[in-house]
C-alpha cells in the first residue's frame, strides 16, 4: 500500500486507491502555542476576505496553544520572575514622569491622568520607591527616578489592587455571573463594565490609563492586514478573531443579555476585543487559568530585547507576618541609571508572530522568526489507530506542531512523526502491535526510499504552496523594511512575512538536499540485515561458507 499524505489547505497526493492518506497541514499557530488559553489553527495561506474582514468559519479552533502575556513561565504564589535591566537610556520623554501626556494608543487622555492614577496608587497602599510611570517611546513606561541596583525592589502592589477572577467575582452587581465565567471572560467583562460605570467606577485612575488600543493585528484596519496577506500570521489572526466572536456570542446569549438590566451600558463585540487586547498584552499570567490578573502599575513595564534572561524579575508573597493579603513585588534584575526604563524580558520562547499578536510589536531578529508546522495523521488513514496510538505512546497526538526557527534546526520529533504519518505500503508491518515499544527508535532514522521520498515531496510542496500565496518576495520585503520612518505596523507586517517566507525556504531546502540524498540513505530493511549480520558494513550479502 502506498501511503498518501495531503497538506490539510492543499491535498498535495493525490489520494491513491489504496492510500491511507495522511494528512500534513502545514497551518498557522506559532502564534497559537504553548499555554495561550484558547487559539486556533487555521489554514497556512490566509488571504483577506471580503468585506468584513474577518471571523471567517473555516479555521479550526486549536486551544491552549495561545500562551500569554507578559512574561511566559511566570506562575502566581510564592514564586519567581523576570528581569528588569535599563534599555531605554535616555529615552524617557522630556516632560517629566508625573506630567507625561499619556498617549501610545490612547488618543491624548488628558494630562491629568497620570497624575491621578499615580495619587491613586498611593492612597492604595502602592510602593514604588524608585521609579514613576512616564511617557516613553513604547507608550508608557517605568522610568528610574534615581539609580536603582540590581534586584533592588522597584514596585510593590498590594493584592488589593489586582484585577483578576477574584476581583470580578467580588464585584456587588455582577460578580454573581462573572463567577461562573472562564476567568478570562470574566476579567474581560469586569474591565468593559467597570471603564463604562466612568465615574463611579473605582478603578477609574487605572482604566484611564489604558491604552485605546494596541498595534497588535487585532486592532488593524482591513488595509492593514492587507499587508499580511498569505501569511500563517494573517490566518492565525482570523483564527483569533472568530474565536473571540464565539466567545463573544455565547456569553452574551447566556449572560449579557438575560440580565442586561444589571449591566451599565450594552457590551459590544469591540468592547470585548479591547479587554482581550488589554489582557493579552498585560496580564502578569497565563490567559488560561485562575491566575490571570493586571497588576496596576507593573503593568507598565516595557519589554526590551537586550535583556535575555527570565529570571526573578518578579515574585508574590505574604505581605507581612500577620497579613493575609499577599503582595506584588517587582525587582531591577540589572541595575538601572536614573532617568531610564525598567523593562523585562517579555518571554524569550515567543517566535516573532506571536510578539506581534500579543503586544504589536517584534524584535529585528532572525532568532525570532518561525514558521508552524502542522502535521496530521488524517482520520481517513487505513492505519489511523494504529498511528495515534504510536504518537501517542511518544507524547503526540492525532495533530503535532512544529515551530521551525529560522536560525535553528529541525525540531528532533519532526521526521519521526512525518515517517508515521506517512508510513504505508510494505512498511506497515512496523505498525504490528510487535513494535510498538521499538517503533519511535525505527522512525528515527530513515524507514525506506519510499517512505522518505514522500515526505520529502510532501514537505517542499506544500513549503512551495505556501509561499506562492505571498504578494511580496523577500527582497521587496527587505528593501521595504530598510526605508525610513516605516509605519510600525507596516514594518511589523513586513518582518513577519518576510521572516515567514525565508523560513519556508529553509525548510525547502532541507528536504531538497534529503531528496538528493535519497539514494545514499541507508533504510530499515538494510540496517536489520547487518543486525542479523548478514550483511557486511560495505553492503556486501554474507554467505555462508559450505564446506
Ligand atoms: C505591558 S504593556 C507595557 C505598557 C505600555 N507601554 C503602555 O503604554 O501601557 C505592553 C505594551 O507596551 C508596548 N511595548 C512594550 N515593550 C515594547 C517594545 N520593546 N517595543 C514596542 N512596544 C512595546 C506594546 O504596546 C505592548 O503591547
Do not use: H
Given at each position: 500500500m502506498v501511503a498518501a499524505a495531503a497538506?490539510?489547505?492543499?491535498?498535495?497526493?493525490?489520494?491513491?486507491?489504496?492510500s491511507h492518506a495522511a494528512a500534513l497541514a502545514a497551518s498557522s499557530s506559532s502564534l497559537l502555542r504553548?499555554?495561550?488559553p484558547f487559539v486556533c489553527s487555521h489554514a497556512n495561506a490566509a488571504s483577506l476576505p471580503r468585506r468584513?474582514?474577518?471571523?471567517?468559519?473555516?479555521h479550526r479552533l486549536r486551544h491552549h496553544r495561545y500562551a500569554s502575556s507578559i512574561g511566559r513561565s511566570r506562575k502566581m504564589g510564592n514564586q519567581k520572575a523576570q528581569c528588569a535591566p535599563p534599555r531605554?537610556?535616555?529615552?524617557?520623554?522630556?516632560?517629566g514622569p508625573l506630567h507625561a501626556?499619556?498617549?501610545?494608543?490612547?488618543?491624548?487622555?488628558?494630562?491629568?491622568s497620570l497624575g491621578n492614577f499615580w495619587r491613586w496608587l498611593e492612597e492604595k497602599g502602592?510602593?514604588?520607591p524608585a521609579v514613576r510611570p512616564a511617557a516613553v517611546p513604547e507608550g508608557l513606561g517605568l522610568v528610574a527616578q534615581r539609580d536603582i541596583a540590581r534586584s533592588e525592589v522597584v514596585l510593590e502592589v498590594p493584592q488589593r489592587l489586582w484585577i483578576n477572577p477574584d476581583a470580578a467575582a467580588a464585584d456587588p452587581e455582577l460578580g454573581r455571573l462573572f463567577s461562573g465565567l472562564k476567568p478570562w471572560v470574566s476579567v474581560a467583562l469586569f474591565l468593559i463594565t467597570e471603564k463604562s460605570r466612568g465615574?463611579?467606577?473605582?478603578?477609574k485612575p487605572y482604566l484611564d490609563i489604558?491604552?485605546?488600543?494596541?498595534?497588535?493585528?487585532?486592532?488593524?484596519s482591513e488595509e492593514e492586514l492587507s499587508?499580511?496577506?498569505?501569511s500563517q500570521l494573517l490566518s492565525t489572526i482570523f483564527g483569533v478573531q472568530e474565536f473571540l466572536r464565539s466567545e463573544f456570542l455565547k456569553v452574551e446569549e447566556d449572560l449579557v443579555l438575560p440580565h442586561k438590566?444589571?449591566?451599565?451600558s450594552p457590551v459590544t463585540m469591540e468592547d470585548f476585543v479591547w479587554a482581550f487586547g488589554i489582557l493579552r498584552s498585560?496580564?502578569?499570567?497565563?490567559?488560561?487559568?485562575?491566575?490571570?490578573v493586571l497588576i496596576p502599575l507593573a503593568d507598565l513595564i516595557n519589554h526590551s530585547p537586550k535583556i535575555t534572561s527570565e529570571d526573578s524579575a518578579w515574585e508574590i508573597k505574604?505581605?507581612?507576618?500577620?497579613?493575609?493579603e499577599q503582595v506584588f513585588t517587582l525587582r531591577a534584575a540589572v541595575p538601572v541609571k536614573a532617568g531610564e526604563q525598567v523593562c523585562i524580558?517579555?518571554?524569550?520562547?515567543?517566535?516573532n508572530a506571536e510578539l506581534a499578536l500579543d503586544y504589536g510589536f517584534i524584535e529585528k531578529?532572525?532568532?525570532?522568526d518561525s514558521y508552524t508546522l502542522t502535521l496530521e495523521i488524517a482520520s481517513?488513514?487505513?492505519f489511523y489507530d494504529d498511528k495515534l496510538d504510536i504518537a501517542e505512546c511518544n507524547g503526540l497526538g492525532e495533530s503535532a506542531y512544529f515551530d521551525i526557527y529560522l536560525d535553528s534546526t529541525l525540531p528532533p520529533m519532526i521526521l519521526p512523526y512525518l515517517r508515521l504519518i506517512a508510513l504505508g505500503g510494505t512498511?506497515?508491518?512496523?505498525?504490528e502491535a510487535l513494535f510498538r515499544n521499538t517503533v519511535w527508535g525505527h522512525l528515527?532514522?530513515?524507514?525506506?526510499r519510499q517512505n522518505e521520498e514522500l515526505i520529502c515531496r510532501v514537505v517542499r510542496d506544500a513549503c512551495k504552496s505556501a509561499l506562492s500565496a505571498?504578494?511580496?518576495?523577500i527582497e521587496e520585503d527587505e528593501k521595504l523594511r530598510d526605508a525610513?520612518?516605516?509605519?510600525p505596523r507596516l514594518e511589523v507586517a513586513v518582518w513577519i512575512r518576510e521572516g515567514e517566507k525565508k523560513v519556508l525556504q529553509k525548510i525547502d531546502k532541507i528536504f531538497q538536499e534529503r531528496e538528493l540524498e535519497l539514494d545514499t540513505l541507508e533504510y530499515y530493511q538494510e540496517r536489520r540485515l547487518k543486525d542479523l549480520g548478514l550483511?557486511?558494513?560495505?553492503g556486501e550479502i554474507i554467505f555462508w561458507e559450505s564446506n
Open positions: 497538506l490539510s489547505f492543499l491535498p498535495l497526493f493525490p489520494a491513491s486507491p489504496s504553548r499555554c495561550y468584513p474582514p474577518a471571523f471567517p468559519s473555516s531605554f537610556g535616555s529615552l524617557a520623554m522630556a516632560l501626556q499619556v498617549d501610545g494608543g490612547r488618543g491624548v487622555a488628558g494630562l491629568d502602592v510602593k514604588a465615574l463611579k467606577s473605582p478603578w489604558l491604552p485605546a488600543s494596541t498595534d497588535s493585528p487585532l486592532f488593524w499587508e499580511l496577506q498569505g438590566y444589571l449591566f451599565p498585560r496580564a502578569f499570567s497565563r490567559l488560561q487559568g485562575e491566575n490571570l505574604g505581605k507581612g507576618l500577620f497579613s493575609r524580558q517579555y518571554d524569550l520562547g515567543k517566535s531578529t532572525s532568532a525570532r481517513s488513514d487505513e512498511d506497515v508491518f512496523l505498525l528515527e532514522l530513515p524507514v525506506s505571498y504578494q511580496t518576495t525610513e520612518n516605516l509605519d550483511v557486511g558494513e560495505q
